[in-house]
C-alpha cells in the first residue's frame, strides 16, 4: 500500500498533476547588499555581546520629522509606502522612494522628515546586541 501511494506521488509530480508550484515561480531579488552605509562609511565590526535582531515597522506620517538621532548598531531598512529624506548633522541627504533599500549610518547624528501627503511606512533590521540600544535621541542644547 506504502509502494502505491509513492508510485501515485511520484507520477503526479512529474506530470505536474500537484498543487505544489515549481522553483521557476520563485523570484529573489536584492534590494542591497554593503559595507558601507548610504554615506559611504564603512559599517563598524558587530559587537562581542551576545546578538539580538530587532525588525520593526515604522509609520511616519505626512509632514512628520524624527528627533535627530543616532545608532549605535548597525541596521538597514526598506521603505514600503510614501517618501522619506534622511539628513545627517553634516548635511548629507537622501531621499527615498517606495521599495528604495537604506544601509543607515552609524554612530552618526541624522533625522527622517516625511515631507509627502502620505504617512512614510519603513521596515528596519537591526543587527544589534543584548541590552544595547537601538536608538540615541540626540540631548537638546539648553544654551
Known sequence: MKRAIYCILLLSLVTGCSTLRYAKDLQSIQ???????????????YGTGTPEI?????????????PMHKHPVINAGV??????????????????????PIVEVVDKWHYGINEGDKPA???????????KPLSIKKPMNNK
Open 54 to 66: 530587532t525588525i520593526l515597522r515604522i509609520i511616519i506620517p505626512p509632514g512628520y520629522a524624527l
Open 121 to 131: 511606512e519603513i521596515i528596519v533590521f537591526y543587527a544589534g546586541e543584548e541590552g
Open 31 to 45: 534590494l542591497v547588499k554593503s559595507t558601507r552605509s548610504w554615506d559611504g562609511q564603512l559599517l563598524p565590526a
Open 79 to 100: 521603505l514600503l509606502k510614501g517618501e522619506l529624506t534622511v539628513t545627517t548633522d553634516s548635511g548629507e541627504v537622501l531621499h527615498l522612494k517606495p521599495y528604495d
